[in-house]
């Protein structure tokens, strides 16, 4: 790892010297630890993969290469990225840079807590459920899910495949919109990628929001809310009213059953996702068993932490005959009816505007025993992974704690212009301020 | 009483790809163990499938040579099941939107001919192998080779219409006569690149509700699966005879002892929790490459023999011969055409040419005798430049020095004495020579003309026109006698 990056800071010193540079020239880089690199180690936070090594280059490893980012360091996470408060990690918790009794949020943790402590430019998360966007509100800086298709998975190792998203987390939207840029459009090993054209966006245009409608899903703004954090968008809303942007009341009525069903269908593909990791080819093997069924029960058991294994038992079961019907294809037609929501209220504004996460940063340990509770921080989230739509957490002030909150834009497929341009406005306004 | 067989097939095809459905490494069967590889077939953290286009064309083409219907859109599943040769832990097929469905193959036995309908055909992966029972595997170790993980294969689910094993045979037959036409797959059984499951229950003749089934597993040729069959209807005979009932199993074949054994019950009692494919789009095809791929489809089996019958007029068993594969029927054809004949060419190509193949184990391909040559050497026939007989020596001449038949003809002086004067020498100096013949002949026994005969052919080294010399001994002695 170390030897790749001072080999790539020598060929970028050299490019500059030479007037070559590409357009991240100067950015250091994290790496969320399931991305993988050639000849690096992947742990996806876990120690049935503590000491895999991989063969290969994700895409976005090359795309942001070949833009001349130098990437340093791989960061800790939620095993297998799954978790809200980067507790979940075979390699120990990350701890929240702004106060370290707290959560850095999850499972994009050390990426957000790096970000945050200045440890370097930018790095890389993924978002499934709000993996990137949460932990960026409860550290303070940007995090940009992109939308579903936009950024190529291959070499992303898999949570839930029809969730999953690659995105920047950055100290400003402008570097979030530059990585972006550099990382996205279709990729040929990804079927999933979309064929569409990567917008030269101008969210740095200086360009005002007049006329820019923004809607406020009332779902999103129900109890539950801090109230730090219901008065700091309160307050931002009426400074972008002031500035000549609409400001319209939505609604997304099939919002009360997303968790539910995010929790049903991500489970479910991560129960297959998951089975590779059997110990039979590479990854953790128990010791003398004598059988195979043995070999893999004592494998699974012993290299996967428990959120892990809850969540595969639970994908298991609803996809197990009998409960198919009941489970896995209620979720897919809840699924469908909260993309329709969101389709709906698109057509009578340009893009939503939310709180990220219903409080800030909790404390280590406040939610481990109660999943259900833990789950429900990502409750103004995991809509947006339904719907597969590009969303962005922005900073948006502190709380009485003196911890930062996020303010969350949604916005249309494959519209991420818009989504960025409102996250620069709203930057630059607090900046300003 | 009597029972009937209820059978339905299935069979899985490796297509004939380059590469593997969903990833760029060789398809190609065999290799060293582990050698056809690349992260996405060895299911390696963050890899996703690409879809093979040849592998869906090859699937299209299969449909529709089995009257398919082809579905605009069909879906991916993911089949889960822990094994060490299944390296994601699942398996990429297609569950309940296949590629192909409704469809049927006709099968001939005799006069009769039969439709056995098709249910589906559908698209998948194939798995790696596990090896245990191999001098160079430890008792308690299992190796697993993942060369095949990957290799495209099509699924072809057949109704339960077969109620013979011969019937099976004639199904798999025509089945794999398709695929090695339509070029997609090479069929060998052995190499397991053609494999046949079969589903089967016996009932009373005349009753209408089904039997308890049973899957057959493990067969290698279609004579294992007509063998398999075999035993299990009898062993399911017997049992209802004995008044005991069908367990619904699996049993492996074992062409060793020619019998079927149960499988552990363990092996099969999957539950597959199938689901879409989430790393795989829909597959939209279009009417227009429909067209197009039909457009592409060579003349089929049942189709050649038709037209094989009508064109030439040689009969149905000779056109089922001659288009037991392509190159067979190409050859026979050119023939027939630069011959001029389609029935000598039929008796020459069925017998010379599969005898000397057959005699020599020889594919056609290896064969000297081009179907230029051969047409060649049937004109000389026909002409009566060399006698049949003549005939045959030539082309064993040219079958192993690859020579023209004119060249072999003129260089051993093989030309047919047709010349009448000249065969009137012959005849007159064989019957001086035969005095005691000819007083037998005179004495009213013809059979010594057979002999006489043969003197003559000897005489002249088999050349003289076997028709000219018995018409020519026959005027002779009649002379003689007056």
Known sequence: MAERARQKAGEVDARVAAGEAGSLAGTILAVKDLIVMKGGRVTCGSRILADFVSPYDATVVERLEAQDAVIIAKTNMDEFA?????????????RNPHDRQRVPGGSSGGSCAAVAAGMVTAALGSD?????????????????????????????????????????????VQDAGDLFRAMAGHDPKDSTSAQLAVPVLDEHSGEKIKGLRIGLPKEYFADGLAADIRTAIDQLVARLAADGAEIVDVSLPHTEYAIAAYYIITTAEASSNLARYDGARYG????????????????????????????????????????????????QQVRTLVRRDFEQAFTVCDCLLTPTTPTTAFKLGEKTADPLNMYLSDVYTVSVNLAGLPAMSVPCGVDSANLPLGVQIIGNAFDETTVLKLGRHIEQSRVER | MSYEAVIGLEVHCQLSTESKIFSGSSAAFGGEPNSHVDPVCLGLPGVLPVLNKTAVIFAIKTGLAMNCRIAGHSVFARKNYFYPDLPKGYQISQFDEPLCEHGYLEIQDGNESRRIGITRIHLEEDAGKSIHAESFVK??????????????????????????????????????QIVRYLGVCDGNMEEGSLRCDANISVRPAGQKELGVKTELKNMNSIRGVERALEFEIARQVKILEEGGSIQQETLLWNANTNEAAPMRSKEYSHDYRYFPEPDLVPLSITDEWIADIE????????????????????????????????????????????????????????GEVL???????????????????????LKLVAEGTISGKIAKTVFAEMASTGEQPDTIVAAKGLVQISDSSEITGHVQQVLADNPTEVEKFLAGKEQVVGFLVGQVMRATCGKANPKLVNQTLRDELQRLRK
């Open chain 2, 295 to 350: 457009n592409s489809l060579p003349e089929l089996p049942s189709a050649r023999r038709r037209r094989l019958a009508v064109e030439y007029g040689v009969p149905e068993y000779d056109a089922a011969v001659l288009t037991d594969n392509q190159a067979l029927a190409d050859y026979y054809e050119e023939v027939a055409r630069a011959a001029g004949d389609g029935k000598a060419a039929s008796n020459w190509v069925m």
């Open chain 1, 128 to 172: 499934t459920g709000g993996s990137i966007r949460q932990p960026a509100a409860f550290c303070g800086v940007v995090g940009l899910k992109p939308t579903y298709g936009r950024v190529s998975r291959y070499g992303l190792v898999a949570f839930a495949s029809s969730f999953d998203q690659i995105g920047p987390i950055a100290q400003t």
């Open chain 1, 284 to 331: 953790y093997r128990a010791e003398q068993s004598d059988s195979l069924e043995e070999m893999y029960v004592r494998s699974r058991s012993e290299g996967f932490g428990e959120e892990v294994k809850r969540r595969i038992m639970l994908g298991t079961y609803v996809l197990s005959a009998g409960y198919y019907d009941a489970y896995y294809r209620k979720a």
């Open chain 1, 82 to 94: 799954m978790g809200s408060s980067n507790e979940n990690s075979h390699f120990g918790a990350v």
């Open chain 2, 355 to 377: 005898g000397y193949l057959n005699e020599h184990n020889l594919n056609l391909k290896d064969l000297k005798v081009t179907s230029e040559n051969l047409a060649a050497l």
């Open chain 2, 139 to 176: 008792s308690d170790e299992t190796l697993v080779d993942v060369n095949r993980c990957g290799v495209p294969l099509v699924e072809i689910v057949g109704e339960p219409d077969i109620r013979t094993p011969r019937e099976a045979n004639l199904y798999l037959t025509e089945l794999r």
